[in-house]
C-alpha cells in the first residue's frame, strides 16, 4: 500500500488497519480498507448508516472475522498473536458500546471493577480505591458508586460506561456515539471530558459519531467511511474541501452550517 501523503511516522500509529475486506456471506462490507490511528488524536469515524461503521469497530476490537487485510494495534496483529500479547493489548484499549452496556445487576462501583477483576491481580480494597478514582476522573459525584444503571441519567449512564472503558489506564479508548441521546449541553460537556482526558492523559480516542458538534469542536481528525472503504480523512478543512457528494451535503448541509457558523465556539478554527 502507498502512503498517503501527511501519513504519520509509525511509532505514532497506534492502530494501522491495511487492505482490510468483511464479508458476510456474499454481502462486502468493508473492502480492501486502510487506515491509521495516531497517538494522542481524537479521532471522528463517520459514514451513512449501516455503511459498516461499527462492522469496522467490532474487527479492530477481534469481535469480527475480516477476509483480507491486516490490522495492527500497538503493532501487534490481534488475531494472530499468541494469547499472552492478545491478553497485553485487551489491556490497552477500552471500549464504550453504544447503549452504554452497563450490567443492569451491579452498581457503578462494581461495573467499573469488572475488567480490575479480569485482567489484574490486585485486592478488592486497591481495586474499590481505583474504581472510586474513575468515578472521580469521569465527574461523577461520588455517591454515584453505589448507583445501579437503571437509578442513572443517560449522561451518567455514559459517564459511567467511560468510567470503567477507563478501568485498566488504557492508551486509545474506542466510543461507539457516544454523545447518542444526549441533550446538547450534555452531549458538549461530555466532548469536553473527551478533549480533557486526552489532554491529561494522552489518551487516543476513536470515535464513531453522527454528531455534527463532536466532529467540529473535539475531533482533530476525521475519517469518512463510504464505498466500502475510508472515503477521505484528514482535518475538518480536508471534509469541507472534499467533493464527494454525501461528504459535501454532510459537512455544508443546514445543520452543519449551524454548528460551523457559531462564532463563540473557542474550538473552530477556520485557518485549520
Ligand atoms: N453479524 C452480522 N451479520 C450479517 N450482517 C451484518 C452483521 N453485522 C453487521 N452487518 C451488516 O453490515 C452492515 C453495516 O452495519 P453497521 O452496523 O456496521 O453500520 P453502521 O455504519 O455502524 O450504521 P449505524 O450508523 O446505523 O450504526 C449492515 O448492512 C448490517 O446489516
Known amino acids: 500500500m502507498s502512503k498517503a501523503k501527511g501519513a504519520a511516522s509509525d511509532d505514532d500509529v497506534i492502530i494501522r488497519a491495511t487492505d482490510v475486506t468483511v464479508r458476510f456471506g456474499s454481502k462486502t462490507i468493508l473492502e480492501n480498507l486502510s487506515l491509521d490511528v495516531r497517538r494522542g488524536e481524537i479521532l471522528g469515524f463517520v459514514g451513512a448508516s449501516g455503511t459498516g461503521k461499527s462492522v469496522l469497530l467490532r474487527t479492530i476490537l477481534g469481535l469480527n472475522q475480516k477476509q483480507g487485510g491486516t490490522i495492527e494495534v500497538f ?45 489484574l491481580d490486585i485486592s478488592p480494597g486497591l481495586m474499590e480505591e481505583l474504581a472510586r478514582l474513575k468515578i472521580d476522573l469521569v465527574g461523577l459525584a461520588p455517591d454515584a458508586a453505589e448507583k445501579f444503571p437503571s437509578e442513572l441519567s443517560g449522561g451518567m449512564i455514559k459517564r459511567a460506561a467511560l468510567a470503567r472503558a477507563l478501568s485498566l489506564d488504557p492508551d486509545i479508548v474506542f466510543l461507539d456515539e457516544p454523545t447518542s441521546g444526549l441533550d446538547p449541553i450534555g452531549a458538549a460537556d461530555f466532548d469536553e471530558l473527551i478533549m480533557t482526558l486526552r489532554d491529561t492523559l494522552g489518551l487516543t480516542v476513536y470515535m464513531v459519531t453522527h454528531d455534527l458538534d463532536s466532529l467540529f469542536m473535539a475531533c482533530d481528525r476525521i475519517a469518512v467511511l463510504g464505498q466500502k472503504k475510508v472515503l477521505v480523512e484528514g482535518p475538518l478543512q480536508t471534509m469541507l474541501e472534499n467533493d464527494d457528494p454525501w461528504v459535501r451535503s454532510y459537512f455544508h448541509g443546514k445543520r452543519a452550517r449551524t454548528v460551523v457558523s457559531k462564532e463563540d465556539n473557542p474550538y473552530y478554527d477556520e485557518d485549520q
Open 75 to 119: 503493532g501487534t496483529d490481534y488475531e494472530r498473536a499468541n494469547d499472552a500479547d492478545r491478553l497485553a493489548v485487551e489491556q490497552r484499549w477500552g471500549v464504550l458500546f453504544q447503549q452504554g452496556a452497563l450490567f443492569s445487576s451491579l452498581t457503578v462501583l462494581e461495573n467499573i471493577q469488572v475488567p480490575m477483576r479480569e485482567y
